[in-house]
């Protein structure tokens, strides 16, 4: 026995209108909920700093709440006979419905009067108008529920960011005014960065920086309002990088090894090729000088062309082949152009490096500001910086860019507290000791006692002379940071070491950097 | 029979008896229920009422043999079902023949039922229940339909026996004639105190009878209506899970397994009436009180403060969820 079309018909009818009506009740469930949480947020959040927004708690609750409305509502899921007890019960059908129902599931046994009854209920299917039984409205609760939105929404702009005394909250206020002071001292520094190395990218971004910074003290900020928008402009600067990354890429100097293209992006390390260009070419135009010293030009103009892979790119190289060439064809005023333009080729180089090198700094700074503020700790070390050493590899970005963050701490913060700590030689806490303490000199200390009070009385200091002894490190260097020698590029292009002995640091460092 | 005649005949049916009782619709229609049902009826009203006439125009409307037993305390169960009598032929040889008693009818009125000692009371148990009475080891059959009709005083309850559960148990509804109002009262003066008493007619033989019987148990009931009908009797007790407040504090024992069956059976009349094929909630709540009033057994708590077993049988119904889960 089948149900008949009219009384399916009634049924799928009523069980779309109920479905909707049960969607609104979800909906307004939800969004009474997130709400109710968004404006607990704000009340606690003037006590303990939140890593959540009340705002975001409010539109994702509505969002979620919209979503499983509109779900319901898409989705009747009621059975059939669900259906047909609430129709019966409210279009007062006397159970036709349900009786029908349950004949044509089998749920009852037939009986000489079961067709009887599937007609009677067609008959009063048909007859029955369920618009008005079946309305579908918002519930009685929907008029608070908007009122407890209104509020949520007024509470999260207007208390927002409040905090009470002494509590977390308003440490954590201080804290980001703080980050807002020191980043605006980076403002500064980039902008002098910017200023004389003339670097556009690092002048747009020490003007987002100090803006940022300026926010950030501003009173009222909250936790994650001061995350997300470091890290918006952390990836902001971050994007930039990179597009000046990829501008760079094809032109930069690269070796013929397997160290990876980010050594070999150092402003610092294309100024003296820049220096000897510049010389060079100042000489190019002395035409007595051409005249007189046209050797000797020609040989520094060949070994420069004929420099190592990681000094010059290959397209200013060739510029300065060619540069030599035409010199040496006599054409010293056709050598002297190319070579200038070889020379602008790498200023624009150097300036493209800066300005990569200045907005990387100034993202892991930032970076370093989000940490603080996430931490609740200025300076302080989490336990994702434990266990580095062993997580150094080039290929390792995170690992490195930590490692970077180490090396490169600025001077005014405290130095991460490490897991050996203490201030005497040899007592710390390291489970493990590394060996008795060793003589650092040829000669016998001097063991005396000095009496008194702390900070009050004389300063007694004693000198003990003798040659430093001559033992092996002791500490075996297994695995070299790239960080380490990149590090080690620049210091040995500021310190304007010669070219020959800068060759054999290179090689020494390339050595170590290969070693397992 | 189909369900079209079945309501025409229960209509003619009413309408006549209409003829001669006055007002009373409600009363009338609940006698008819259980004589279709194929139940008895206890009436319980003052003298007066009108209860022995409803009864005797009811047996006039149907083409069935009808039989009035007035109880009295010296009432013998002999005096109803009938006894062996020595008998002597044409020869002189005697033998024992069985003389019918008035129960062998197919209307039968025990009027005042509760005078009777519980003895004779009981005379009625194997008659009302299983149609049949057994006279010295012999069995006779009744002849359907059977329909008892008591009727009892609830004032004067001296020199009375209160009928025993059992015997309760055995009606299918328990009726309380009503007092009638003034309109009704006037038109029992003009009908009766005139010249001519209103005479009526036979509309509904016997097998006409059986076969609404027949086809009241046809009638489809939902799964979720007999799950309520079985919460509300387990309502009534007071020791069940989900026993009423009222059930709960003031009854000794609820209504028995044969409660659910009347009140069902009953609401399966009561939906033909109406012009359905199906049992509503609104036939279970409308024959609600005249299926259990008589099948709740107060307690002494209840006895002493003057419990109405109506009041009970009321927050039964009210108490009893429709649906056992809230959709």
Known sequence: ?516 | MEPHAFRQTFARLRSEIQKVIVGHEALLDEVLIALVAGGHVLLEGVPGLGKTLLVKTLAATLDLRYSRIQFTPDLMPADIIGTNVVMQDETGRRFFEFQRGPIFSQIVLADEINRATPKTQSALLEAMQEHSVTVAGTHYQLQEPFFVLATQNPIEMEGTYPLPEAQVDRFLFKLRVPFPPLADLVTIMDRTTGPEAPAVEVVTPGPIVLAMQALAREVAVAAHVKEYVARLIGATHPEGERAASMARRFVRYGASPRGAQALLLAAKVRALVAGRANVSFEDLHALGLPALRHRVILNFEGEAEGVDPDDVVRNVLEETPELAARV
């Not at chain 1, 402009?233 to 990179?242: D, S, Y």
């Not at chain 1, 996430?374 to 290929?395: F, I, K, Q, T, Y």
């Not at chain 1, 590394?434 to 000199?441: E, F, I, Y």
């Open chain 1, 1 to 516: 026995m089948t149900l008949p079309p009219e009384v399916l018909a009634l049924l799928r009818r009523v069980a779309r209108a109920l479905a909707w009506t049960q969607a609104l009740v979800w909906g307004t469930r939800g969004v009474g909920a997130a709400a109710g949480a968004s404006l607990l947020l704000v009340a606690v959040g003037t006590i303990l700093p939140l890593p959540i927004s009340p705002l975001l708690v409010l539109g994702a609750g509505l969002t979620a709440a919209g979503a499983a409305a509109l779900l319901r509502g898409v989705v009747p899921a009621r059975s059939l006979l669900v259906v047909a007890h609430v129709a019966d019960a409210r279009l007062g059908l006397a159970e036709r419905l349900s009786t029908a129902v349950d004949l044509a599931a089998g749920r009852i046994q037939k009986t000489a009067l079961a067709q009887a009854v599937m007609a009677d209920a067609t008959r009063r299917a048909g007859a029955v108008v369920p618009g008005a039984a079946f309305r579908i409205r918002p519930p009685v609760s929907a008029r608070w529920t908007a009122l407890t939105v209104v509020a949520a929404l007024l509470a999260s702009l207007s208390v927002g960011g409040l905090t009470l005394p002494a509590t977390p909250a308003r440490q954590k206020a201080a804290q980001i005014r703080s980050e807002g002071r020191r980043l605006e001292q980076v403002a500064r520094r980039l902008e002098q960065v910017a200023r004389t190395e003339r670097v556009p990218e690092a002048r747009r971004a020490a003007q987002q920086v100090r803006q940022l910074a300026r926010d950030l003290q501003r009173p009222r900020v909250d936790r994650v309002s001061a995350e997300s928008r470091l890290a918006a402009l952390e990836r902001q600067l971050e994007g930039t990088r990179q597009q000046l990354s990829e501008r760079i890429g094809p032109a930069s100097p690269r070796p013929r090894s397997d160290l990876p293209d980010a050594l070999f992006r150092s402003p610092a390390m294309l100024d003296q090729p820049i220096r000897q260009l510049r010389e060079l070419a100042a000489r190019l135009a002395d035409s007595q000088g051409v005249q007189g010293e046209r050797r000797d030009l020609l040989q520094q103009l060949s070994s420069l062309s004929q420099a190592g892979e990681g000094q010059m790119p290959a397209a200013v190289r060739g510029k300065v082949e060619e540069a030599r060439r035409q010199v040496e064809a006599g054409n010293a005023a056709a050598g002297r152009e190319t070579l200038t333009q070889a020379l602008q080729d790498l200023e624009a180089l150097r300036a493209m490096m800066a300005d990569e090198q200045a907005l990387s700094e100034t993202a892991r700074e930032l970076q370093r500001s989000a940490q603080r503020i996430a931490r609740g700790a200025p300076g302080g070390s989490g336990p994702e910086e434990e266990g580095l050493e062993g997580d150094n590899s080039p290929a390792s970005a995170p690992g490195r860019q930590r490692l970077i963050d180490r090396e490169e701490d600025s001077p005014g913060a405290l130095p991460p507290k490490g897991p050996h700590e203490g201030s005497t030689p040899g007592q710390g806490r390291a489970p493990e000791k590394l060996g008795a303490q060793t003589p650092r000199l040829e000669a016998s200390g001097e063991r005396s006692r000095v009496r008194g009070q702390e900070a009050r009385g004389g300063l007694q200091t004693s000198e003990i002379l003798g040659p430093g002894r001559r033992q092996p490190a002791r500490t075996r260097v297994v695995k070299l940071s790239p960080a380490v020698v990149r590090r080690a590029d620049e210091h040995m292009a500021r310190a304007r070491i010669p070219a020959d002995l800068r060759s054999l640091v290179r090689r020494y460092f390339e050595q170590l950097a290969r070693r397992p």
